[in-house]
């Protein structure tokens, strides 16, 4: 199954849509849905963005749903400090 995933400016998945969500919702068009992230303005307007849509593929939601899962692993485990992974201020 195919997803599409929008990453934020730090790379952190803000929003996961199906093949079929997409095409429903966003005509198909990846960039509709980047738009669809978009902060607005106090004019109504869109606001630049940074992030990115990235498709991936799995077999089942479960797979997807761990792999999003893992990606925070890493930075968890140096900034909450966890083991002897601590940041040092010299």
Known sequence: ??????????????KTISAAE?????QNDPDLFLQS??????????APISGHVGTLSFNSDKELADYLDSLGEEIDGF????????PYNF
């Open 1 to 14: 199954m195919k997803y599409y995933v929008y990453f934020d400016a730090y790379g952190h998945p803000r």
């Open 22 to 26: 997409l095409a429903e919702t966003y």
């Open 37 to 46: 992230m978009c902060r607005r303005t106090t004019a109504g307007n869109t």
């Open 79 to 86: 900034y909450e400090a966890k083991a002897d992974s601590r």
